[in-house]
Nanobody
Framework: QVQLEESGGGTVQAGGSLRLSCALS????????LGWFRQRPGDKRWALAR???????MYLDSAKGRFTIALDSAKNILHLQMSDLKPEDTATYIC???????????????????WGRGTQVSVSS
């Protein structure tokens, strides 16, 4: 059974940094796609970044330059390093996984079958 569990969220002042982690268990596919999303209250879930099994990252404009996605394949932990955080980054951050590689919907919720429950990030001004 595939399970994803996020950690690393918290409250930080504007301009600060956080590193989120997503522990993957039961995920033993050779080809896969892993992504980070965020969701603000009352809003839809938006993609931030994804990384494929070749280690190639891709970012949406909202994440470019400030966020970095990376996979520690030895530990099966997906990270999202966030810097220069802004109050508008306040949201629940959620990781996702899909077997078979990154497809056309890798930066959309439709591209993933497996989801974590999220970790809350709050950025104060």
């Amino acid at each position: 059974q595939v399970q994803l569990e996020e950690s690393g969220g918290g409250t930080v002042q504007a301009g600060g940094s956080l590193r989120l982690s997503c522990a993957l268990s039961g995920f033993t596919f050779n080809r896969y796609c892993l992504g980070w999303f965020r969701q603000r209250p009352g809003d839809k879930r938006w993609a931030l970044a994804r990384i494929d099994s070749d280690g190639v990252p891709m970012y949406l404009d909202s994440a470019k330059g400030r966020f970095t996605i990376a996979l520690d394949s030895a530990k099966n932990i997906l990270h999202l390093q966030m810097s220069d955080l802004k109050p508008e980054d306040t949201a629940t951050y959620i990781c996702a996984a899909e077997a078979g590689g990154c497809g056309a919907f890798a930066l959309h919720t439709l591209g993933y079958s497996h989801w974590g429950r999220g970790t809350q990030v709050s950025v104060s001004s």
